[in-house]
């Protein structure tokens, strides 16, 4: 099995930056991409960055792209999410989430394990 632990949430104010991260565990030669999503109150489950076994590929949600940026230590078996200039509306849990095939995919469906998630909020 494989087992997905996030941190580095908190409460923050706009402009600022965090650094989100995902330690995975277990059967973790299984794991191919790793993804990040978040999830507001009310709203369904969103792509936010995506990034391949090996590190070459990444790809982001247009609302995030060139403020957030995600990267991954193969030899820690941990994804990072650097996010910088946060807005209020980046307010969410963020999950990370890693997938058994290639691929680096944005459909939550696609995702075959998913950590608890981290509160991130951002105020105005």
């Known amino acids: 099995q494989v087992q997905l632990v996030e941190s580095g949430g908190g409460l923050v104010q706009t402009g600022d930056s965090l650094k989100l991260s995902c330690q995975v565990s277990?059967?973790?030669?299984?794991?191919?991409?790793m993804g990040w999503f978040r999830q507001a109150p009310g709203k369904e489950r969103e792509f936010v960055a995506v990034?391949?076994?090996?590190?070459?590929?990444?790809s982001y949600s247009p609302s995030v792209k060139g403020r957030f940026i995600v990267s991954r230590d193969n030899a820690k078996n941990t994804v990072y999410l650097q996010m910088d200039s946060l807005k209020p509306e980046d307010t969410a849990v963020y999950y990370c989430?890693?997938?058994?095939?290639?691929?680096?995919?944005?459909?939550?469906?696609?995702?075959?394990?998913w950590g608890q998630g981290t509160q991130v909020t951002v105020s105005s």
């Open positions: 990034i391949s076994g090996t590190g070459s590929t990444t």
């Open positions: 277990g059967r973790t030669f299984s794991i191919t991409a």
């Open positions: 989430a890693g997938r058994n095939s290639a691929g680096a995919r944005t459909t939550p469906g696609d995702y075959d394990f």
